[in-house]
């Protein structure tokens, strides 16, 4: 059974920057996806970004240039960077990872920017 375990959210204000991680029970190579999303109470899970095994990622348009992807093989780990945090991205964040049609989710981590 795959385990993934977030850490690294918190309070952080306007313009400042967190780093996500997500640890993974085991090896994140066998997986056909990551990725990291976001839900606020009331509204739909979104992704944020995504990484694929071949190292093609993907992010969603309110993030790019301010959010990095990243994994470490070594430490089956994969992070999110977050510059530039709006108060609109407060949420939970969820890592995500897919391998032979099954999904897996961690159980999140909060992030709030204060207005």
């Known amino acids: 059974q795959v385990q993934l375990v977030e850490s690294g959210g918190g309070l952080v204000q306007a313009g400042g920057s967190l780093r996500l991680s997500c640890q993974a029970s085991?090896?994140?190579?066998?997986?056909?996806?990551m990725g990291w999303y976001r839900q606020v109470p009331g509204k739909q899970r979104e992704m944020v970004a995504d990484?694929?095994?071949?190292?093609?990622?993907d992010y969603a348009s309110s993030v790019k240039g301010r959010f990095t992807i990243s994994r470490d093989y070594a430490k089956n780990t994969m992070y999110l960077q977050m510059n530039g945090l709006k108060p609109e991205e407060t949420a939970v964040y969820y890592c995500?990872?897919?391998?032979?049609?099954?999904?897996?989710w961690g159980q999140g981590t909060k992030v709030t920017v204060p207005s």
């Open positions: 990484i694929t095994r071949g190292g093609s990622t």
């Open positions: 085991g090896s994140i190579s066998s997986f056909d996806i």
């Open positions: 995500h990872a897919a391998w032979g049609g099954i999904d897996y």
